[in-house]
């Protein structure tokens, strides 16, 4: 009987246990949110895991957490701050920054939003911004990778580029992209070079004045790295070659040298 009543003791341990925990899982207890969670890599990485130290006079602003950091305190030296990870919606606004490892976790309400992800400067050396627009209308788990790169330095910013100039010195391209609903969401293109053709654009990476940085392309879900991709605006067809990494929303993402996606109803869908 003793051991009926231990038994019995542990099962409603247990019940209790799983009972708190989904309650302090906002998930389970409201419908009208999503949990996000993912990966943003840094050049910073390495330096940030090893708790390297800076100028202080020589750290850029990246966002909120840079700027606290270059501003409060009297050391001359202070750690590189964690790239800062930012949701925007029309009524929300939240920010998370990664752990040492680049990794993020948050929960919103269902929506459509702009992430973007930011990491500091230091010196001359700037990092590029991942930026993209996803929406989600159900309660589920969204995983969204991205990466920053170094930013080159031998052309002038997008923004005061004239256009023929970014073709050679690299830029980002928008498209914005009619949904089911109405909304539109942005096609996000970050390259080092572009060349047009007659039916679409061609992006690279550039291997002598910008190495080792890939197309970056982001669609609602779907994020791509890869050393080609051609977009065709008036099939919204994308062709991604040479791919180096993929994330479309899950952790478990399957990946081919050479990939092939068709935008419809705000989905980027693989076709053969």
């Not at 990485?45 to 606290?68: F, H, I, N």
């Not at 700037?126 to 929406?135: D, G, N, S």
């Not at 005061?160 to 010195?169: I, M, N, S, W």
């Not at 039916?199 to 779907?222: A, C, E, H, M």
Request: aromatic letters at 10%; proline letters at 6%; a neutral charge.
């Amino acid at each position: 009987m003793s051991k009926f009543f231990g038994f019995w003791r542990i099962g409603i341990f247990l019940l209790c246990c799983i009972s708190i925990r989904a309650q302090n899982d906002p998930r389970s207890s409201n419908p009208d949110i999503f949990h996000v969670e993912g990966t943003v890599t840094s050049p910073w990485d390495s330096l940030v895991r090893e708790r390297s130290l800076v100028p202080r006079d020589k750290l850029k602003v990246g966002g909120q957490t840079a700027a606290e950091t270059a501003k409060n305190g009297k050391s001359p030296m202070v750690p590189i701050p964690r790239t800062e990870v930012c949701f925007r919606s029309e009524r929300e606004f939240k920010s998370v920054v990664v752990d040492d490892d680049g990794h993020y976790t948050i929960d919103l309400p269902l929506g459509l939003y702009e992430m973007t992800a930011i990491g500091p400067g230091i010196g001359k050396q700037e990092l590029t911004h991942y930026i993209r627009v996803f929406e989600v209308l159900v309660n589920k788990t969204v995983v969204l990778n991205g990466a920053l790169y170094i930013a080159r330095s031998s052309c002038d910013t997008v923004e005061t580029r004239p256009e023929r100039l970014k073709d050679a010195c690299g830029g980002v391209d928008s498209f914005s992209i009619k949904t089911n609903t109405g909304k539109p969401l942005v096609l996000y293109i970050e390259y080092p070079r572009r060349e047009y053709s007659g039916q679409g654009i061609t992006y690279r990476t550039d291997k002598f004045g910008w190495p080792g940085v890939p197309v970056v392309l982001s669609y609602n879900l779907l994020s791509i790295q890869a050393n080609r991709i051609d977009y065709f605006p008036k099939a919204n067809v994308i062709e991604a070659t040479d791919v180096v990494a993929l994330s479309n929303g899950t952790a478990d993402n399957h990946r081919e040298s050479s990939m092939r996606f068709h935008i419809e109803g705000g989905e980027a869908v693989q076709v053969n």
